[in-house]
């Protein structure tokens, strides 16, 4: 599975991004696809996944502010976030579980900062 991500930018505080990740492969069939992040000097952290079923998971400094979806027909994750913060500024990486085996796609950077 290659997964390319995309949607990444400069913001200000309180605006929105909407980030896409967009798999090589049907991703209906994927136990877990989810968005984590690194900020510089930190370790890569989850912020949010979403199950096969639709269960969902996040970190609780996004709760209230980002939502995490996924398009079946476009094999497409997204991660909608609003309210951005200064302390949201990091890469992003799109990430998918499926059978054992972990994938990764390539960062994209996000950057809130007035």
């Known amino acids: 599975v290659q997964l390319q991500a995309s949607g990444g930018g400069s913001v200000q505080p309180g605006g929105s991004l909407r980030l896409s990740c967009a798999a090589s492969?049907?991703?209906?069939?994927?136990?877990?696809m989810g968005w984590y992040r690194q900020a510089p000097g930190k370790e890569r952290e989850l912020v949010a996944s979403?199950?096969?079923?639709?269960?969902?998971n996040k970190a609780e400094s996004v709760k209230g502010r980002f939502t995490i979806s996924r398009d079946n027909a476009k094999n497409t994750m997204y991660l909608q976030m609003n309210s951005l913060k200064p302390e949201d500024t990091a890469t992003y990486y799109c990430?998918?579980?499926?059978?054992?085996?972990?994938?990764w796609g390539q960062g994209t950077q996000v950057t809130v900062s007035s």
């Open positions: 990430n998918a579980n499926d059978n054992g085996l972990t994938y």
């Open positions: 492969t049907e991703i209906r069939s994927i136990n877990v």
């Open positions: 979403l199950t096969r079923g639709g269960r969902t």
